[in-house]
């Protein structure tokens, strides 16, 4: 049947390809062995669990050798801000912090509060390597909703995929991805061997609304 299809209120999952070169190299000789490695997230029963470190800090000022990286990656962000988002204050980064997976471990699926945009770029990945996105809608209160749940196991004759609650999203070493840090986001059983990442948020500089100054 002819038909248009429009995705109201999309919300924007943004990749941004960003040189990498000798990060991973970077974190293998210097961040990991440094003192100041955060505990486990959380994966308890897990023989390798997911590992952050300095997640409540910002490897950009603990690190000189990453400032350049950083200022590439605020400006990805401000690009997906005010360029993709429409937003027209600048962002600054909040905290940005590693995290190590060997295979086996996992990441639940949550958020981020106090911060307006997320992101991470990935440095070690292989055909495994994926996030997954849980969409947001029907997980509040704030309405009487009344679902007939679509089928998730049937493919959908058309291509579409607005359907899932759970959307994979693949990843390749160098993607940087941006989205809206109120959006869960995870990935089930890790199957990259020393699968490393690099995350971050960000907070405007100024706020329009009841929060300005």
Known sequence: M??????????????????????AEF???????????????????Y???????HNEQN???????????????RDAANFVYRDVMNHE?????TNAWFNECEAGGRQYMHNHCNSVISGTLYL???????????SPYGLNDFGN?????????????????HHFKIVAYKVDAGACLFWPSHLRHGYAENRTPGRL?????FLPTTFNCVYKT
């Open 2 to 23: 002819k038909h248009e299809t429009t995705p109201l209120f999309a919300l924007p999952l943004t990749l941004i390809n960003i040189e990498h070169d000798g990060i």
């Open 27 to 45: 974190f293998d000789s210097t961040v990991k062995p440094a003192a100041g490695r955060a505990n486990t997230d959380g994966t308890t029963g």
């Open 47 to 53: 023989k390798t669990p997911l590992v952050h470190y």
């Open 59 to 73: 490897v950009f000022e603990i690190y000189d050798e990453l400032q350049d990286l950083g200022r590439r990656i």
């Open 89 to 93: 204050t600048q962002l600054r980064i």
């Open 124 to 134: 070690r990945t292989d055909e495994h390597s994926h996030i997954q996105f849980q």
């Open 145 to 161: 909703l009344l679902l007939d749940e679509p089928n998730m196991n049937r493919p959908n004759r058309l291509g579409y995929r």
């Open 197 to 201: 990442s690099l995350s971050f948020n």
